[in-house]
């Protein structure tokens, strides 16, 4: 089993930054890729930005330039830099593991959401 705590969440004004972590912990293998979703009221969960272990990284396209996804192995960490942040980017945010156990088969993990609230 594998627990995901987030951090660093809150309320920014329009143009601020946050950085959020997601840490892992429990017992797995190998961590294959990890990501952030966020979720608005109303709407869909939506991807916002993956990395997978060979570094290579993915992002919404209304975030591109803006939010920085990183991780540090080591620590079993991701981040998200949020950087010139807008109104329409208020929602829940969550982090997602997809770690590959001792039995070699994958399974997908979600953080407990953290908020995220732009003032304009």
């Known amino acids: 089993q594998v627990q995901l705590v987030e951090s660093g969440g809150g309320l920014v004004q329009a143009g601020g930054s946050l950085r959020l972590s997601c840490a892992a912990s429990g017992s797995f293998f190998s961590i294959n890729a990890m990501g952030w979703y966020r979720q608005a009221p109303g709407k869909q969960r939506e991807l916002v930005a993956t990395i997978i272990s060979g570094g290579s990284t993915n992002y919404a396209d209304s975030v591109k330039g803006r939010f920085t996804i990183s991780s540090d192995n080591a620590k079993n960490t991701v981040y998200l830099q949020m950087n010139s942040l807008k109104p329409e980017d208020k929602a829940a945010y969550y982090c997602?593991?997809?770690?590959?156990?001792?039995?070699?088969?994958?399974?997908?993990?979600w953080g407990q959401g953290t908020q995220v609230t732009v003032s304009s």
């Open positions: 997602n593991f997809i770690v590959r156990a001792s039995n070699m088969y994958k399974y997908e993990y």
